[in-house]
């Protein structure tokens, strides 16, 4: 079974940042790809960024290209997801997601204007 834990969200103004980290436990990490994915409120979830099995490709929403940036560290099972420059649009709960399969419980980040 794959535990998945994100930690790091919180509320932060507008232009600021945050680092988002999910670390997983119970299986092959460097086996799968993995993804960050968010829910607002009163919307379905959706996809923000993702990257490969061994880090060389990363993919984003159109939304965040350019302010988002994906890591993963497969020696230490994380991956974090670097905010820079958010929106109050970018108010949600953030979701790690680990081979499209297993999801963490979520993290919460609040933007205020």
């Known amino acids: 079974q794959v535990q998945l834990v994100e930690s790091g969200g919180g509320l932060v103004q507008a232009g600021g940042s945050l680092r988002l980290s999910c670390a997983a436990s119970?299986?092959?990490?460097?086996?799968?790809?993995l993804g960050w994915f968010r829910q607002a409120p009163g919307k379905e979830r959706e996809f923000v960024g993702g990257?490969?099995?061994?880090?060389?490709?990363?993919y984003y929403e159109d939304s965040v290209k350019g302010r988002f940036t994906i890591s993963r560290d497969n020696a230490k099972s994380t991956v974090d997801l670097q905010m820079n420059s958010l929106k109050p649009e970018d108010t949600a709960i953030y979701y790690c997601?680990?081979?499209?399969?297993?999801w963490g419980r979520g993290t919460q980040v609040t933007v205020s204007s």
């Open positions: 990257i490969s099995r061994n880090g060389d490709n990363m």
């Open positions: 119970g299986r092959t990490f460097s086996s799968y790809g």
């Open positions: 997601n680990l081979g499209y399969t297993y």
